[in-house]
């Protein structure tokens, strides 16, 4: 996900503002960036976040992937390292 940076100008010439999801995109609750929800892209699908949702969705794809599996953490690990070597 890409995330916003309000303020500041994108590709068309217009401020981010204009494409920042102002409610979470889960459950519709309203957005505050202070508190810790953020915005972004999925692709070019502006999308938001609030703190319960997004830690909902991260603790899925930990699930997802088997990141709750310690042996699956080493194997990724080292895999990690190869791929540092390499470059
Ligand atoms: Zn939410």
């Not at 890409?2 to 889960?26: H, I, R, Y």
């Not at 810790?36 to 830690?55: E, K, N, R």
């Not at 953490?73 to 791929?83: K, S, T």
């Amino acid at each position: 996900m890409k995330k916003l940076k309000n303020g500041k100008e994108n590709k068309n010439g217009k401020g981010d503002d204009c494409w920042t999801p102002k409610v979470c995109s889960v459950c519709d609750s309203h957005l505050e960036e202070d508190a810790g929800d953020i915005a972004g892209y999925f692709g070019i699908l502006p999308v938001g976040f609030c703190t319960w949702c997004l830690s909902s969705v991260i603790d899925m794809v930990i699930q997802l992937q088997g990141y709750d599996d310690i042996e699956i953490l080493r194997e990724r690990m080292i895999e990690l390292g190869q791929e540092e070597r390499k470059n």
